[in-house]
């Protein structure tokens, strides 16, 4: 591991004397390939989608390569959190950003999600062009009731969740009555159910605030 | 114009979808099987099933091979630029102010508030693929590769791609 010490030296010493160009674009390329490494090695190592991906993310950002410390890293989950979208490609892009700029961050994208694009399509390719093949027919069916089983534990998953957070069973159980009957029965797009529920959400007051307010208003 | 249709069906469950890829399978059902019809219930379960036997974040997967089955590698291009960009610009765009409001109770209760109908959406696709199973493998096999799949992903915690790779095995033999 004597390349990243190189690299910090030369960083060094663009800021302190405008010492050899050349160093530092060997740096700007050593950090490219590192941020490419850490993002292909937890990519193509994260199987279940984004969410499991995380602590391996982890593992390459904050142990391996240190382009920063937990505390940060957590910062950076929370953030994209925060917002909507695959958890993954956030962090990915926001770090490349950090580490690397624009070309840090197209560069992360690329190393997460390609690799396993390409496999995909080669894949499911492959698969299509022999549907007629009555063997290749049974494997995609047999596969559906296992999808259907991993959905069901899914969204027990959900519901679970659901049940522990501020909502609780009463909240949910209704949530879920209203959605279903809004989305299968009156035929209103799911989009805009969530719309609805993430403005309620950032426009309702909280416990806190209230009780606040009722000090405010009632000093005595 | 396909590649308009393709960016919105990626770019709505993209800007929905709190809480991670995961939650965003359901509303890209919605787009790809009943909004455009671009396959069948039963072929969007065979490629939900490649995705989780691979490895990879699930929804950029998804975008990227629908993408490129409507539209080419530019469709695929498309569909994964429009599950990716939005929330990144937004997160570049508002680093300041959602430092501040990350911690804010209002904005944890959004993922809170969606769980629910999540839910439901991940609720009526599993009986969408449990009815097109009995449908075309009858209900003894649905139920015996339904439980036989649980019995080993939650019991046995065995990994999801094996099971997949086994269920292709038997189906491959046994439903020929």
């Given at each position: 591991?004597?390349?990243?010490?190189?690299?910090?030296?030369?960083?060094?010493?663009?800021?302190?004397?405008?010492?050899?160009?050349?160093?530092?674009?060997?740096?700007?390329?050593?950090?490219?390939?590192?941020?490419?490494?850490?993002?292909?090695?937890s990519g193509i190592l994260g199987f279940g989608g984004g969410p499991s991906a995380i602590p391996l993310v982890h593992k390459e950002v904050v142990d391996t390569f240190k382009f920063m410390d937990s505390d940060e890293f957590g910062d950076i989950?929370?953030?994209?959190?925060?917002?909507?979208?695959?958890?993954?490609?956030?962090?990915?892009?926001?770090?490349?950003?950090?580490?690397?700029?624009?070309?840090?961050?197209?560069?992360?994208?690329?190393?997460?999600?390609?690799?396993?694009?390409?496999?995909?399509?080669?894949?499911?390719?492959?698969?299509?062009?022999?549907?007629?093949?009555?063997?290749?027919?049974?494997?995609?069916?047999?596969?559906?009731?296992?999808?259907?089983?991993?959905?069901?534990?899914?969204?027990?998953?959900?519901?679970?969740?659901?049940?522990?957070?501020?909502?609780?069973?009463?909240?949910?159980?209704?949530?879920?009555?209203?959605?279903?009957?809004?989305?299968?029965?009156?035929?209103?797009?799911?989009?805009?159910?969530?719309?609805?529920?993430?403005?309620?959400?950032?426009?309702?007051?909280?416990?806190?605030?209230?009780?606040?307010?009722?000090?405010?208003?009632?000093?005595? | 114009?396909?590649?308009?249709?393709?960016?919105?069906?990626?770019?709505?469950?993209?800007?929905?979808?709190?809480?991670?890829?995961?939650?965003?399978?359901?509303?890209?059902?919605?787009?790809?099987?009943?909004?455009?019809?671009?396959?069948?219930?039963?072929?969007?379960?065979?490629?939900?099933?490649?995705?989780?036997?691979?490895?990879?974040?699930?929804?950029?997967?998804?975008?990227?091979?629908?993408?490129?089955?409507q539209g080419g590698v530019l469709g695929s291009i498309i569909g994964v630029f429009a599950t990716v960009a939005p929330s990144m610009i937004l997160m570049l765009a508002l680093l300041g102010l959602l430092m501040k409001y990350k911690e804010s109770?209002?904005?944890?209760?959004?993922?809170?508030?969606?769980?629910?109908?999540?839910?439901?959406?991940?609720?009526?696709?599993?009986?969408?693929?449990?009815?097109?199973?009995?449908?075309?493998?009858?209900?003894?096999?649905?139920?015996?590769?339904?439980?036989?799949?649980?019995?080993?992903?939650?019991?046995?915690?065995?990994?999801p791609a094996f099971v997949i790779a086994g269920a292709l095995v038997y189906g491959g033999i046994f439903l020929a």
């Amino acid at each position: 591991m004597t390349a990243p010490s190189t690299c910090f030296f030369g960083m060094q010493a663009e800021k302190g004397h405008g010492l050899s160009k050349q160093l530092v674009r060997g740096c700007e390329h050593m950090k490219q390939k590192e941020i490419f490494i850490a993002f292909f090695r937890s990519g193509i190592l994260g199987f279940g989608g984004g969410p499991s991906a995380i602590p391996l993310v982890h593992k390459e950002v904050v142990d391996t390569f240190k382009f920063m410390d937990s505390d940060e890293f957590g910062d950076i989950l929370a953030l994209a959190n925060a917002l909507p979208g695959p958890i993954n490609t956030k962090m990915a892009g926001y770090i490349g950003y950090r580490v690397g700029g624009f070309l840090g961050m197209l560069n992360a994208l690329i190393a997460t999600m390609v690799p396993t694009i390409i496999l995909m399509i080669v894949l499911l390719t492959a698969l299509n062009n022999l549907k007629d093949q009555p063997w290749v027919a049974g494997m995609t069916k047999a596969v559906v009731p296992v999808v259907a089983v991993m959905l069901a534990t899914l969204t027990w998953d959900f519901i679970k969740k659901s049940t522990k957070s501020s909502l609780g069973w009463v909240w949910t159980f209704l949530f879920v009555a209203a959605s279903l009957v809004l989305i299968e029965f009156v035929n209103i797009h799911p989009g805009i159910i969530i719309f609805i529920a993430l403005v309620t959400a950032l426009l309702k007051k909280d416990a806190a605030e209230k009780n606040e307010a009722k000090k405010e208003r009632n000093p005595a | 114009m396909i590649y308009v249709q393709i960016f919105l069906a990626f770019f709505i469950p993209g800007i929905l979808g709190y809480g991670g890829g995961p939650s965003s399978i359901p509303l890209i059902e919605h787009e790809v099987v009943d909004n455009y019809e671009w396959m069948t219930t039963n072929e969007f379960s065979e490629m939900l099933a490649m995705g989780n036997a691979l490895p990879g974040p699930i929804a950029t997967k998804m975008a990227g091979y629908i993408g490129y089955e409507q539209g080419g590698v530019l469709g695929s291009i498309i569909g994964v630029f429009a599950t990716v960009a939005p929330s990144m610009i937004l997160m570049l765009a508002l680093l300041g102010l959602l430092m501040k409001y990350k911690e804010s109770p209002r904005v944890k209760r959004m993922t809170n508030y969606i769980r629910p109908i999540i839910a439901v959406l991940l609720g009526v696709m599993t009986y969408d693929f449990l009815f097109s199973s009995y449908d075309g493998i009858g209900i003894w096999q649905t139920l015996f590769i339904g439980l036989l799949s649980f019995f080993l992903l939650e019991k046995l915690k065995v990994h999801p791609a094996f099971v997949i790779a086994g269920a292709l095995v038997y189906g491959g033999i046994f439903l020929a």
